[in-house]
């Protein structure tokens, strides 16, 4: 069991960039799946990217490719998206969450949800 906890948001300029972070407590943490989702107002959960366990596998939304990257750090409990040139629709509350299931971009294969970080992305 792991429980995730997200970091890092806040208000950026388009164009800009953004490094979020996600905790994730438990000792199992390098077995699960990590993913990223985001939820504007109004609009279902979506999936923006994803590391498999032990990092050697990424995927992302098309809407995010080229332009966001994800890594993570098994001895810290850690994963990192990395926004660049963001734009004013990528304003949402950007989710982090844990999977059994690999290079799954479903939520409903990710039991273990953080409360959400909020970014805002100003034109």
């Known amino acids: 069991q792991v429980q995730p906890v997200e970091s890092g948001g806040g208000l950026v300029q388009a164009g800009g960039s953004l490094r979020l972070s996600c905790a994730a407590s438990?000792?199992?943490?390098?077995?699960?799946?990590m993913g990223w989702f985001r939820q504007a107002p109004g609009k279902e959960r979506e999936f923006v990217a994803a590391?498999?366990?032990?990092?050697?596998?990424?995927s992302y939304a098309g809407s995010v490719k080229g332009r966001f990257g994800i890594s993570r750090d098994d001895a810290k409990n850690m994963v990192y998206p990395q926004m660049n040139s963001l734009k004013p629709e990528d304003t949402a509350v950007y989710y982090c969450?844990?999977?059994?299931?690999?290079?799954?971009?479903?939520?409903?294969?990710?039991?273990?949800w953080g409360q959400g970080t909020q970014v805002t992305v100003s034109s």
């Open positions: 590391i498999s366990w032990g990092g050697g596998r990424t």
């Open positions: 438990g000792r199992t943490f390098s077995g699960y799946n």
């Open positions: 969450a844990a999977s059994g299931v690999r290079d799954s971009a479903s939520p409903r294969d990710y039991n273990y």
